[in-house]
C-alpha cells in the first residue's frame, strides 16, 4: 500500500532549525514530484515547496524562499525539508504529498496534483 510519513516535527524557538523527512513506501516514488504543504490553525493548507521527479527543479513560497530547503535522496526514497531561520508564521501542520503520473510536468503549487498524502507532521515556533 502506497505510503507517506512525515517526522521530524517538533518546538523550536524562532531563528531555530528543523529538518523534516518524508518516508515513501508501497509503490516506486523515484520519478514522481514531491511537495511539501501546511496548515496553520484555522486556515487553508498551503503550498511550502515542490521536488520535480530527477531533482532538478524545485519551487517554493515566496514565504520560505531562502529560508527553507527541499531536497530527495530517492536511493532511500525520502524526501526532506530543511528548515531554518524559523519563524512563528511557520508555525503549522506540514504534510508530504506526491504526484502519481511518473515525471509529469507542473508547477505542482496546487494541493490538486498530488494524489497521495502523508498523515502531517506538527511544527512548533516559539517567539
Known amino acids: 500500500q502506497a505510503q507517506l510519513v512525515e517526522s521530524g516535527g517538533g518546538l523550536v524557538q524562532a531563528g531555530g532549525s528543523l529538518r523534516l523527512s518524508c518516508a515513501a513506501s508501497?509503490?516506486?516514488?523515484?520519478?514522481?514530484?514531491m511537495g511539501w504543504f501546511r496548515q496553520a490553525p484555522g486556515k487553508e493548507r498551503e503550498f511550502v515547496a515542490h521536488?520535480?521527479?530527477?531533482?532538478?527543479?524545485?519551487n517554493y513560497a515566496d514565504s520560505v524562499m531562502g529560508r527553507f530547503t527541499i531536497s530527495r535522496d530517492n536511493a532511500k526514497s525520502t524526501t526532506y525539508l530543511q528548515m531554518d531561520s524559523l519563524k512563528p508564521e511557520d508555525t503549522g501542520v506540514y504534510f508530504c504529498?506526491?504526484?502519481?503520473?511518473?515525471?509529469?510536468?507542473?508547477?505542482?503549487?496546487?494541493?490538486?496534483?498530488?494524489?497521495?498524502w502523508g498523515q502531517g507532521t506538527q511544527v512548533t515556533v516559539s517567539s
Open positions: 508501497g509503490r516506486n516514488w523515484n520519478r514522481v514530484a
Open positions: 504529498a506526491a504526484d502519481s503520473t511518473v515525471c509529469s510536468v507542473g508547477n505542482y503549487v496546487s494541493s490538486a496534483e498530488y494524489d497521495y
Open positions: 521536488i520535480s521527479c530527477r531533482g532538478m527543479i524545485k
